[in-house]
């Protein structure tokens, strides 16, 4: 008995004694389980496993969540870019073609003046404005060239502006209305009193020779009365701003109508054009704020 | 007359060869079967070092099966032969061998056991499987693996036959 148990010892043996043990008992459990045994592990496993990758997959979804939020604040970010530039770019194309546009859609007024009025108008392009200087003009780009000549009548579809004053090989000089050596056959709207313009400077105007018995108001319209020859009857040159009584005379102030200082393009009368032409300008019935009696 | 035991390198030297040539002969089954059950019940039993014995024949077990490809588990013949290598072990250290007669007989015992056993393991790891020839062919050519391996591993001195 006692050899036995000293042969049974933890000796090298020993151990490999318990190692063929444990390696027949291992294979032969792993044989018993028989060929769903890699079914039920996997089950096993699973079961095992499944609060990790619970864990795993809520960490995975987080880290998507954030990944697309990040992509998509990139995104929003490269997008708002973008649109920044292209608004930068759009703003840049507008201003760039800005000056055209403004043109184009003058030469849309002017076509359709054109169309209104029955005579055979040429059109010019304003390419300089010494109108500050004294005794100032606009500069046409056009002159003996396109067959213009002296004293043909400029408007456009605010009213009259001017006629030509000099008109050199391929330029023209416009002298403008309100210029004090400027002289247009006026009459007014309601009243039908002849008068003759004479600029006074910045948009306005004096009517001279009304007689101190008509009857103007404030805000009548004037029109021209094609005595001068210059400009037939009917385009409106602008509106009375002020009457004041005077000697022999009423002193009718006017302010023009047509934008002198913002003029791009213009078109022009024939010359010597008929006296009566059907009138372009249907010339509102401004209802006067301030009545006033030219007569005493 | 008792035999001395083979060195135990030469027997480690021989049993890695023909492990290897198991794994090498996976396209020819019949000799694959012979091969193992040589390595199994011939080469890798030694007294009193069961458990190298017992590792080169799971190891053939795992090969063999592994190379075939026919079983859904496997571990059946690698049991089978673990179980018969013990024994064969045991009987070799139980009953030593006196001769080449002995010797073909007990492999022939062993072979009849290892083929019982290794079916039924696998019947049992793997369920219901074809037989195959490597049984029949192993025990029919039992005299000649046998003396191969008696040869192999008790080589003549050259002072007569054993």
């Not at chain 1, 090298?12 to 291992?26: I, N, P």
Request: proline share 7%.
């Amino acid at each position: 008995m006692a050899l036995r148990a000293s042969r049974w010892r933890w000796s090298r043996a020993g151990w490999q004694r318990l190692a063929l043990v444990l390696l027949w008992l291992g294979h032969g459990t792993w044989v018993l389980m028989g060929p769903a045994s890699g079914q039920r592990w996997s089950r096993a496993g699973e079961a095992f496993s499944r609060p990790s990758q619970g864990l795993a997959a809520r960490w995975a979804e987080r880290r998507l969540a954030q990944r697309d939020a990040a992509l998509s604040l990139a995104e929003l970010r490269a997008d708002r870019t973008r649109l920044a530039a292209e608004l930068e770019q759009a703003r840049l194309q507008a201003a760039r073609e800005a000056p055209r546009q403004a043109e184009a859609d003058e030469a849309v007024r002017l076509l359709g003046l054109k169309k209104h009025i029955p005579l055979e108008l040429g059109a010019a392009r304003v390419i300089f404005s010494t109108r500050p200087a004294v005794f100032g003009g606009l500069i046409l780009d056009q002159g003996l060239d396109r067959g213009l000549v002296q004293d043909q009548g400029v408007l456009v579809p605010e009213g009259i502006v001017g006629r030509l004053w000099s008109v050199s090989a391929t330029q023209s000089k416009i002298l403008p209305a309100d210029a004090p050596n400027a002289s247009v056959a006026v009459m007014l709207m309601r009243s039908r009193a002849t008068g003759v313009l004479q600029g006074l400077g910045s948009g306005r105007a004096l009517i001279r020779y009304v007689s101190n018995q008509e009857v103007v108001q404030v805000g009548e319209a004037v029109l021209t009365s094609g005595l001068d020859r210059v400009f037939p009857r009917g385009l409106l040159v602008g509106y009375v701003a002020e009457v004041t009584q005077g000697d022999l005379e009423l002193r009718v102030i006017l302010n023009l109508s047509a934008p002198l200082d913002r003029v791009s393009a213009v078109l022009l009368l024939p010359p010597q054009p008929p006296v009566e032409v059907q009138p372009p300008f249907l010339a509102p019935d401004v209802k006067p704020s301030k009545k006033q009696r030219g007569t005493p | 007359m008792r035999l001395p035991a083979p060195s135990s390198l030469r027997q480690q030297l021989f049993c890695g060869v023909t492990l290897a040539l198991v794994a090498l002969t996976a396209p020819f089954p019949v000799v694959q079967a012979l091969l193992h059950a040589l390595l199994v019940l011939a080469l890798a039993p030694r007294p009193g070092a069961a458990l190298s014995g017992a590792l080169w024949a799971v190891a053939a077990g795992w090969v063999l099966e592994s190379t075939l490809h026919l079983y859904p588990h496997l571990g059946g013949t690698a049991w089978a032969n673990l179980t018969v290598v013990l024994l064969a072990g045991w009987m070799a250290g139980r009953w030593p061998l006196e001769g080449l007669r002995g010797w073909l007989a007990r492999l022939a015992g062993l072979c009849v056991l290892h083929g019982l056993l290794v079916h039924g393991a696998v019947r049992l790891a793997a369920g219901p499987h074809p037989w195959g020839w490597g049984w029949l062919a192993s025990l029919l050519t039992l005299p000649l693996w046998g003396w191969l391996s008696w040869r192999l591993l008790h080589p003549p001195t050259g002072t007569g036959r054993r």
